[in-house]
């Protein structure tokens, strides 16, 4: 997108969609809490707390949404060198991995009344909490390495090795739990799904999607400026050297 | 061709000079799985249940400890420079470099399992097959440890690090592993499909990876 | 708020979690937002141009940022 390469344009785009995007979120979360809660009826095995579905299931949606923007920003990165590709990786790191963080935190809320237990090492969160660990692992390089060209490329390299291995990963995990858990079929969707949850899943699917959308755009220009900032803050250490000789 | 195999002798002999490096891992190892029935408690039924995990486990984290010596040395003394504009192409070196830790590191380790599998109860039929295994298994350790360390040149803390960037990936090499040693002794599933899955999961960490680990360290370099 | 059954405690706490996730990360970016802000306005104040900035006022060839 050569019209978005430049900073400068991007920080004005971003400016302009931000309040935008907060009204929209806003109602489309108020849409969806309410369908969640008053519209959709209680689930037949379940009961009511099959209403955790409606932030647990986007929220694992938007965790692996949040990789696979950084496997493209990697390439991005890598391949084309698009000069705002690292920054979106980079800002799309911490917010993937609170949503990440979320579908755990939720995905045993709701095992608890389920099957009893906090944490089943189940294929679908067991794969979840690998995922966790490949959103920590690259922000944990993003901070380790001080140089930010350096930084960026090498973020998008394990960027893109994770997002290889992602699938891989996914099947010897399920591969795995087949190996272990051969009876019981334990799905946090529930067999059955009733039209009105799904409009509910849906809106509430799309807030969420907005929302990462927002925050992602709003943390792309926080870092945009701090780029900036250390390059006065060079050019302010450059113009005193120069003053002094 | 004699430039790549002088390379491999130069750091395998490297490696094995520095004494220390294997020793190390082989001897972490060991503490490793020394310790854990101490925690766990002596029975051996218990033991000779995880043995084929706990073996696996603790071969990963042994390798993963001496992994950041693969570019480091030659990193710090400027050698890698000379490395990275070489005749050989800097992937092969990094295969190159992979392989060195794989023979220096892997195999060893591999080698003593079966011993440590003795303090666990493992029973002696399935150190065969696991040996085979872990032969299998680890050139794709060592290979995406090299991503870690060409990642991690230089940083602070770069071997804690590594392990954290680098252990969600070695988990297919660990269900894979660990399922072809125990379907080898246990039945009645085959052994081969997890032990094939893993020789591929080797063999395309052997292709790939030292591309990985090439544009780590062209980064590095800058 | 219609009757959430006997596992309301764990209804609310994810609804609950979530909330407080997405509002601390909010949080932070904005905070972030506005530190770099304070700190661009601080530098310009004290007369360090941008390069670009500068370059284009005083007619030389801007020079691009080391990456």
């Not at chain 1, 920590?136 to 060209?149: H, R, V």
Request: glycine share 8%; proline share 6%.
């Amino acid at each position: 997108m050569p019209s978005l390469a430049n900073p400068t344009r991007f920080l004005d785009l971003a400016g302009r969609l931000i309040p935008w995007l907060a009204a929209l979120t806003a109602t489309l979360f108020a849409v969806g809490l309410y369908l969640s809660f008053f519209v959709a009826p209680p689930d037949y095995q379940q009961g009511e707390t099959v209403r955790i579905m409606f932030v647990h299931v986007p929220a694992a949606w938007l965790a692996m949404f949040g990789y696979a923007l950084i496997a493209v920003a990697s390439l991005g990165t890598l391949i084309w060198r698009h000069p705002l590709a690292d920054v979106a990786a980079k800002a799309a790191a911490p917010i993937g991995a609170t949503f990440t963080l979320i579908a755990l935190v939720t995905g045993s809320l709701w095992g608890k009344p389920m099957w009893g237990t906090y944490w089943v090492w189940d294929a679908r969160l067991t794969s979840m909490l690998v995922l966790f660990l490949l959103y920590l692992g690259l922000i944990a390089l993003w901070q380790a390495i001080e140089e930010p060209g350096r930084a960026g490329r090498a973020a998008a390299i394990l960027g893109l090795v994770g997002a290889i291995n992602i699938p891989i990963i996914k099947f010897s995990v399920d591969w795995w739990n087949t190996l272990h858990q051969p009876a019981s079929i334990v799905r946090l969707g529930g067999p059955t799904i009733d039209s009105s949850m799904l409009t509910a899943l849906a809106v509430m699917a799309g807030a969420f999607t907005l929302l990462f959308v927002l925050l992602h755009l709003m943390a792309m220009r926080a870092e945009i400026l701090r780029r900036r900032v250390l390059a006065m803050q060079q050019m302010q250490v450059e113009q005193a050297a120069l003053a002094e000789t | 061709m004699s430039a790549a195999l002088a390379l491999l002798a130069r750091d395998v002999r490297l490696a094995l000079r520095e004494g220390g490096a294997i020793g190390t891992a082989l001897g972490f190892y060991l503490v490793v799985v020394a310790i854990a029935p101490l925690g766990l408690g002596p029975d051996l039924n218990l033991l000779a249940r995880i043995a084929l995990g706990l073996l696996w486990v603790a071969l990963l984290l042994a390798a993963l400890l001496s992994a950041d010596r693969i570019f480091h040395n030659d990193y710090e003394d400027g050698a890698l420079d000379v490395l990275a504009t070489g005749a050989l192409p800097l992937p092969l070196v990094a295969a190159i470099k992979s392989l060195a830790h794989w023979l220096t590191t892997g195999v060893p380790l591999a080698l003593l399992a079966p011993l440590l599998g003795l303090l666990l109860n493992l029973p002696a039929e399935a150190s065969p097959f696991l040996v085979l295994a872990m032969l299998a298994g680890t050139p794709a350790v060592s290979f995406i440890a090299a991503i870690g360390a060409s990642l991690t040149l230089g940083l602070r803390r770069s071997g804690l690090l590594l392990a954290l960037l680098v252990l969600p990936l070695y988990v297919p090499v660990l269900i894979f592993g660990v399922a072809a040693a125990t379907a080898a002794i246990a039945g009645p599933a085959s052994p081969w499909p997890p032990f094939l899955m893993l020789c591929g999961f080797s063999l395309a960490s052997i292709v790939l990876a030292p591309l990985a680990a090439a544009a780590s360290v062209r980064a590095a370099l800058r | 708020m219609p009757d959430l059954g006997p596992h309301a405690n764990f209804i609310l706490a994810a609804y609950g979690f979530t909330f407080a996730a997405v509002v601390a990360l909010a949080f932070f970016i904005v905070a972030d937002d506005r530190k770099q802000r304070q700190r661009l306005a601080d530098l310009e104040a004290k007369g360090v141009r941008r390069r670009s900035a500068g370059a284009a006022r005083e007619g030389k060839p801007a020079r691009g940022r080391k990456s």
